[in-house]
């Protein structure tokens, strides 16, 4: 079934370590992005990349990095977990370089920092 | 910079009468609009989206929404309410100029509760 996965689906992290959230697409989307899910704050952007091989930052970069090596991966990284990135963290993706398209979710990934 | 406001935290509505859902955005070039759900412990998923033409737009389960550009508004509507629209509701915004990302940027989230 064609979309997006990632893993873990929920993960307990002691502060200090580091952490890769992994998300692919089957979908030949070129862009991609990355949320953070914070009760009372909504969905904001942490990273994203418009096409492979470009990433930008998004609204709250800071302690995050990506990368985009082909079109259908786009892994998170947590460098140094701290227990602010506790959070549901969302990776989309959204067709070709249209901007009128709509953006389709995984299923998040419930991450913990302790 | 684009930015999106969802000025209520939660909106109550009785079971079978309309809804609205606010939603205001800027953005430097025209707008490219969209809403969301969420249903608990799942991730978003896509109702409508304004891309030129018709104020007014169709989408998903009942729900529509009206473009306003003098008033840099996006609401979403529903004629008739159902309990199970009971959800999270996310405005979002991209900027339509040809030399921009593709960053998508979301409003804080509207909890619609329908009682019956």
């Known amino acids: 079934i064609a979309g997006i996965t990632q893993a873990p689906t929920s993960q307990i992290l002691a502060a200090g370590r580091r952490m890769t959230l992994r998300c692919t697409q089957d979908?030949?989307?070129?862009?991609m992005y990355w949320y953070r899910q914070d009760l009372g704050l909504g969905l904001r952007l942490i990273h994203y990349s418009n096409t492979a091989g470009t990433t930008g930052k998004g609204e709250v970069p800071d302690g995050y990095s990506v990368s985009r090596a082909n079109t259908d991966d786009f892994p998170l990284t947590l460098a140094s977990a701290v227990p602010s990135q506790t959070s549901v963290y969302f990776c989309?993706?959204?067709?070709?370089?249209?901007?009128?398209?709509?953006?389709?979710f995984g299923q998040g990934t419930r991450l913990t920092v302790v | 910079a684009q930015s999106v406001a969802q000025p209520e935290d939660q909106v109550n509505v009785a079971e079978g009468n309309p809804l609205t859902v606010k939603c205001t955005y800027s953005v430097s070039g025209n707008p490219y609009l969209f809403w969301y759900v969420q249903y608990p412990n799942r991730g978003l998923q896509f109702l409508l989206k304004y891309i030129t033409g018709d104020n007014l737009v169709k989408g998903s389960y009942g729900f529509e929404a009206e473009f306003n550009k003098s008033q840099t508004s996006f609401h979403l509507k529903k004629p008739s309410a159902l309990v199970s629209d009971s959800a999270l509701y996310f405005c979002a915004v991209r900027d339509a100029r040809v030399d921009s990302s593709y960053k998508l940027i979301f409003g804080s989230g509207t909890r619609l509760l329908v009682r019956p």
């Open positions: 979908m030949r989307h070129n862009a």
């Open positions: 989309a993706s959204s067709q070709d370089r249209a901007q009128d398209t709509e953006a389709f």
